[in-house]
């Protein structure tokens, strides 16, 4: 009888080309994968993977059970998903994904309440801005700033939050220092083009960009004076150390959307940690649109 288990195995080798990035997406050391992929070639009495140079190819036996493994694998999906859905404790984990500064800028204060409030929670915050696939249950919950709504994916379940500005910032004391008409430089995060603005405000921006990793590299670049640099208005707000660019408007960067996939929103822990979320993303509106308080 072939185990599931093995499946996923063959499942990651397959998508990531490697055993290493599979390994690392399953948690689990280098040896475990191949031992798993030996079981399941053993157990089919068939080779399932080719060893390149440049990683593991897919034969045609390989081939042939790619399709039926994704089958098992949504079959799995579901089956946890309806079980899920039917849990009505309030115990047990609560997996939450969100783009990093949401949480270290944003929310965190509010989780800490949440847990206070229900302990018997196990919340595990997923701080990332790469997308987690909540069909498949590597989230239970999502909180994604949507630029376009027909882009949400019909299978999930979206509750519209509060819309999100970004302003122009740079340091107090850089702007103090500058010179007249002096350009100052574009702080941006790696993979992103340099804003599509020739001035920010008051202030001429000079064409060689400064580059970071991350957003939180970007923010502390902009509090050292290395140059300006297009942030959310919660967290540029938020910096005493800097201050919003002379003349620059604030842009609309989008809509927050709280994410749920359809059986897993019947938990109780979701349905809590969902209408209390809610209600906070409400009290941050103001900060997130980059109103000044009580504006």
């Given at each position: 009888m072939i185990e599931w288990d093995d499946v996923r195995y063959f499942l990651a080798v397959a998508r990531g080309g490697s055993v290493r990035t599979a390994a690392a997406r399953l948690r689990v050391n280098h040896s475990t994968v191949l031992r798993r992929i030996a079981q399941l070639e053993a157990r089919l009495g068939a080779q399932m993977f080719?060893?390149?140079?440049?990683?593991?190819?897919?034969?045609?036996?390989?081939?042939?059970?790619?399709?039926?493994?994704?089958?098992?694998?949504?079959?799995?999906?579901?089956?946890?998903?309806?079980?899920?859905?039917?849990?009505?404790?309030?115990?047990?984990?609560?997996?939450?994904?969100?783009?990093?500064?949401?949480?270290?800028?944003?929310?965190?204060?509010?989780?800490?309440?949440?847990?206070?409030?229900?302990?018997?929670?196990?919340?595990?915050?997923?701080?990332?801005?790469?997308p987690v696939n909540l069909t498949n249950r590597e989230a239970d919950i999502a909180l994604r700033v949507v630029h376009d709504r027909t882009t949400l994916p019909p299978n999930l379940h979206g509750l519209k939050g509060p819309e999100l500005f970004d302003g122009v910032y740079l340091s107090r004391d850089r702007l103090a220092a500058r010179d007249a008409?002096?350009?100052?430089?574009?702080?941006?995060?790696?993979?992103?083009?340099?804003?599509d603005l020739a001035r920010a405000g008051d202030i001429r921006a000079a064409g060689v960009p400064f580059r970071?990793?991350?957003?939180?590299?970007?923010?502390?670049?902009?509090?050292?004076?290395?140059?300006?640099?297009?942030l959310p208005c919660f967290v540029g707000d938020a910096e005493p150390l800097l201050v919003r660019a002379p003349g620059a408007a604030l842009h609309r960067h989008g809509t927050l959307w709280l994410l749920t996939q359809g059986e897993t929103r019947k938990t109780k822990r979701v349905r809590l940690f969902?209408?209390?979320?809610?209600?906070?993303?409400?009290?941050?509106?103001?900060?997130l649109a980059g109103m000044p308080p009580g504006g």
């Amino acid at each position: 009888m072939i185990e599931w288990d093995d499946v996923r195995y063959f499942l990651a080798v397959a998508r990531g080309g490697s055993v290493r990035t599979a390994a690392a997406r399953l948690r689990v050391n280098h040896s475990t994968v191949l031992r798993r992929i030996a079981q399941l070639e053993a157990r089919l009495g068939a080779q399932m993977f080719e060893k390149l140079p440049s990683g593991y190819r897919l034969t045609e036996a390989g081939q042939d059970i790619l399709e039926f493994a994704a089958q098992m694998e949504a079959s799995s999906h579901r089956l946890e998903t309806r079980i899920f859905g039917r849990d009505q404790g309030v115990r047990g984990v609560l997996r939450v994904t969100m783009a990093p500064t949401l949480a270290t800028h944003l929310l965190m204060p509010d989780f800490a309440e949440f847990a206070r409030l229900h302990p018997e929670v196990e919340m595990e915050i997923l701080s990332s801005d790469a997308p987690v696939n909540l069909t498949n249950r590597e989230a239970d919950i999502a909180l994604r700033v949507v630029h376009d709504r027909t882009t949400l994916p019909p299978n999930l379940h979206g509750l519209k939050g509060p819309e999100l500005f970004d302003g122009v910032y740079l340091s107090r004391d850089r702007l103090a220092a500058r010179d007249a008409g002096e350009a100052v430089r574009w702080i941006v995060k790696n993979g992103a083009a340099m804003p599509d603005l020739a001035r920010a405000g008051d202030i001429r921006a000079a064409g060689v960009p400064f580059r970071t990793t991350d957003a939180g590299a970007q923010i502390v670049a902009a509090r050292q004076g290395l140059g300006m640099a297009v942030l959310p208005c919660f967290v540029g707000d938020a910096e005493p150390l800097l201050v919003r660019a002379p003349g620059a408007a604030l842009h609309r960067h989008g809509t927050l959307w709280l994410l749920t996939q359809g059986e897993t929103r019947k938990t109780k822990r979701v349905r809590l940690f969902t209408a209390f979320i809610a209600r906070r993303l409400a009290a941050h509106a103001s900060r997130l649109a980059g109103m000044p308080p009580g504006g």
